[in-house]
């Protein structure tokens, strides 16, 4: 899924036409994580996480991982080492160890994540919800080839533009406002103001978004929490 139109792209259609082209294909698989989408096994040449969010899982560390093959991740590993992106042995310590709980964990993000989704759906404030699961989905069917489950972001327009999109985010109580995501805990971001301020109005009305557009990382609490949580920042 895109960051954060969640929009689906159908990676062995991707791979095929790209290898008509000679061209590498890398999938910045963050959202998904390896245990929800592995794109090696459908062809990429390259997978790349940022570990810092559902890997980590707790907003704990920073760190990224490469994926591929020998051959290329040498050329990348000798880039890596001079250039200054490498792990301390405590970050990648913790982050091994949280591979360990990340099925479990990705499970609950998910399912709780799903349920959020179409929560929202149902409510008249909102305009529109991306969620990789929901039926709605433009690319629901290339979602459920090539994912286990929908992951942990849920991405909704509300009606009103930055003003509604301000109102409910003050409102919130137990989401963080942060533009971080794939923590233990829910997250809200406005990305037209955050993490997608950089680019013009009209290249964020390109990749969908729109100043009413707020990314939710779903965490871990409970549903019944998270639900309550939205409900009163809707009202
Ligand atoms: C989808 C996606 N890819 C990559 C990154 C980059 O992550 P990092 O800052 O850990 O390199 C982010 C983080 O904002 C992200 O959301």
Redesign the pocket.
């Known amino acids: 899924p895109s960051?954060p139109g969640i929009d689906i792209i159908d990676l062995e259609w991707l791979v095929k036409l790209a290898k008509t082209k000679n061209i590498l294909v890398v999938v910045?698989n963050?959202?998904a994580t390896p245990y929800l989408q592995q794109p090696i096994k459908l062809g990429a040449d390259i997978s790349i996480h940022?570990?810092?969010?559902f890997i980590d899982g707790q907003g704990r560390t920073?760190?990224?991982i490469i994926l591929g093959s020998n051959k290329l991740i040498k050329d990348i590993e000798g880039f890596a080492r001079h250039s200054g992106p490498a792990m301390s042995p405590f970050n990648a310590w913790l982050l091994s160890k949280s591979l360990e709980t990340l099925a479990v964990r990705m499970d609950r993000h998910c399912e709780n994540a799903l349920k959020v989704a179409e929560f929202l759906e149902a409510q008249p404030s909102i305009k529109k919800v991306r969620y990789p699961f929901l039926k709605s989905h433009p690319q629901y069917e290339i979602a459920k080839k090539q994912m286990k489950q929908g992951g942990g972001i849920v991405t909704l327009v509300i009606h009103g533009g930055v003003e509604a999109a301000s109102t409910f985010m003050d409102k919130l109580k137990m989401f963080s406002i942060s533009?971080n995501?794939g923590d233990t805990r829910s997250i809200a971001t406005h990305p037209a103001t955050s993490?997608h301020s950089k680019l013009t109005e009209e290249q964020r009305l390109e990749v969908g978004i729109e100043q009413g557009t707020i990314r939710l990382s779903i965490g871990l609490e409970h549903i019944d929490d998270i639900l309550k949580d939205i409900t009163q920042a809707l009202s």
């Open positions: 960051n910045d963050c959202f940022s570990a810092t969010k920073l760190g990224g533009a995501l993490t």
